[in-house]
Structure formats: C-alpha cells, structure tokens
C-alpha cells in the first residue's frame, strides 16, 4: 500500500475516481516481487507501483483498464506454461496470481489513515465465493470495518484469522469464501544519536531504504534543520526527551554516533532498555571497551551489552562517512531481515 498511497491520494485530490488497483495474490517460482505488491493505474494512462518489476506490467494495464469500466474485479493468472509466457515477461520459470479490482474508496482511505501514522493496519478482500464479484473489503485497525459486500456476519471471524496472519497470504474463510489477507506492517524507524556528517548520508540512505528516520542532537550546530533536509523528525535536544515523543520501539534501530558519552551513553541505555531491534555504537575497539566499562559501573549485564553493535557496520573497508554509513545501514538490514553478517573491526 505504502508504494501507491501518495500517488494516489493526489489522483483522488484531483477528483479522479477512474483508477484500479492490482495486487499480486500468489507467486510460484521465480516470479519477481511477492504477494501484497500493488500497482495502481489512472484511466489517462499514468500508474505507480509495481507488481512484477516490469514484467507483466503491460497486459495487467489492460485488465485494469477493463476493470474501471466493468466495475468487476478479476484475478489473472501469468505462467511460464502459457503461450503468451514470453509475451508477458515470464520466461525464466515465474507464475504469478494478480487481482485488478476497481479502487474501494472507502477502504483506500481507511487504509491510507493508518499507513500514514506509521500504525498496523490489514486489508482483507474478498476474493473467492458469491460475493467475489461486488468487491468486499474489511480493514482492520483500531476496529472492524467492513466495506462493499463484505459479509456482516463474517467479520468477527474474519478479523479473528487475519490478527494471526503477519504477511500476505490467501486463507479460506469457509468452505465456499476465500479471502487475501494482507497486513501493513510499520515503517521501521532509523535514529541516529549525533548530527554528524555520517548522520547526513545515513538518513538521506535509510529514507531510500523505506525506514523513517529521526535525528537526536541537542547541540545547535548538529541539530541544526538546514543539515538534514530530508529527516521525519529533527530533534535538537537530549535523548531522554527526544525518547518521550519518539519511543523506541521492536520497529526501532538506533545508532549513537557522537563519540560523547553525555549523548551516547544516555541514548545506549534508552536503547537497552526498550524492544529495538538494532543498537549500533560508533567508535574503535578501544572507545568500545571504554563505553562498555562505563555501562557495566551502571549496572548492566555482558549479556545486555552484547545487544550493541560494535564497532557499527559491516566490514567492507569503509573509509569516508558515506562509505561509513552504507556499512551500518546494511548491517541493519541484514539484522532486520535475520541475516548474520560479518562487523566493521
């Protein structure tokens, strides 16, 4: 959803209403993006999103067409045994499922509420059974809310399967009804402790990564707005505050990078005591041991501190603060999507 909100919310702004949404329901083999994909397109032929990289773009642009007009959703099936395989960009052994349904308004925007405040949300559509046809959705956020002919009496039970789903997937509801159930999970958020010249690439990386990003420093200098055009949210005071609007949470990396440890030392143990799924510390083995030293005169554990990633980074041999920040920013990722890799010495 996150990919074709912004879009779309201006066509809508515009008082466009002609749009259809596709979205990927099933990949096989080496079909090259995953369930959930959406791609959107506008009658006058503009579109944003993706759902097979470029694939199989042009004949579901075809179907979404049909679909503003017919009102119908429809699922498409793409495979490599078809003749048309070649044709649609599939011939190294991809299948693909894609729903085109004409756009649910109502459940956009509930949807789009959420995506917007970074919070959980899930869209449940209806894909299989009588009301396949009518295009029924049901969010699920703060509550239960069912749009189109989604089935009233099914909405408790629908909501009950879809909570314990956690990326998108096909399910049966009952014998006769099948639902795609895709959740949107947040944002994770990137902070970074310290406005130096690595922060600055670090942000501008992460943003381009899909993290929301926030910058701490209390100091005029580094806090300064005019050096982090691109940041969600600038704060130019001390951690601790800085913390109270912007909880760390299991979405969270955070990464200390002032060498100070009147900033980096209040923000560690912030970190170490919160969910955040990434705590990195800038500095050489010998600020590391200091650091550590420090902590554990105020009580904290090896196995706490072994939470900390540092040095922070990967080990590519990175010398200037850009290099720098591309190897802390794929450690993160490489933390995020449980991967081990091989830190900065």
Not at 45 to 64: D, K, M, P, Q, R
Not at 78 to 86: E, N, R
Not at 238 to 249: D, G, M, N, T, V
Request: hydrophobic content about 45%.
């Amino acid at each position: 959803m996150r990919e074709i909100a912004q879009d779309v919310a201006r066509w809508l702004a515009g008082g466009r209403r002609d749009i259809a949404v596709a979205t990927v329901l099933k990949t096989f083999g080496s079909a090259p993006r995953k369930e959930g994909a959406k791609l959107a397109y506008l009658s006058s032929g503009a579109i944003c999103g993706s759902i097979s990289g470029g694939c199989v773009e042009s004949a579901i642009l075809e179907e979404a067409a049909a679909a503003i007009t017919s009102g119908v959703p429809k699922i498409i099936h793409f495979d490599t045994s078809d003749d048309d395989a070649w044709a649609v960009g599939l011939p190294c052994g991809g299948s693909i499922d894609v729903l085109v349904e004409p756009i649910d308004l109502e459940a956009f925007e509930a949807v789009r509420a959420r995506v917007e405040r970074n919070l959980w949300v899930t869209e449940v559509t209806v894909i299989g059974g009588a009301e396949a046809g009518s295009g029924g959705k049901l969010v699920l956020g703060d509550a239960p809310h069912p749009t189109g002919a989604f089935p009233r009496d099914l909405v408790a039970k629908a909501a009950d399967i879809a909570s314990t789903i956690e990326s998108p997937r096909r399910v049966m509801l009952t014998p006769e009804l099948e639902l795609f159930v895709h959740p949107v999970a947040p944002e994770p958020t990137l902070v970074a402790v310290g406005g130096v010249h690595i922060a600055i690439a670090l942000v501008a990386m992460a943003r381009a990564a899909g993290f929301r990003t926030v910058v701490v420093d209390p100091r005029r200098t580094f806090g300064d707005a005019g050096r982090f055009p691109e940041v969600d949210r600038l704060y130019a005071s001390w951690p601790s505050e800085a913390f109270k609007e912007s909880p760390l949470s299991r979405d969270t990396a955070i990464v200390v990078l002032t060498h100070d440890p009147k900033l980096d030392d209040p923000a560690l143990e912030a970190a170490l005591s919160s969910d955040a799924f990434y705590i990195g510390a800038l500095g050489s083995l010998r600020t590391q041991e200091k650091r550590r030293r420090r902590l554990l005169d105020r009580g904290y554990d090896e196995r706490r501190l072994s939470r900390i990633h540092g040095p922070v980074g990967l080990d590519i041999g990175a010398k200037t603060p850009e290099q720098i920040a591309i190897s802390i920013l794929a450690e993160i990722v490489a933390v995020r999507n449980g991967r081990a890799a091989r830190a900065s010495l």
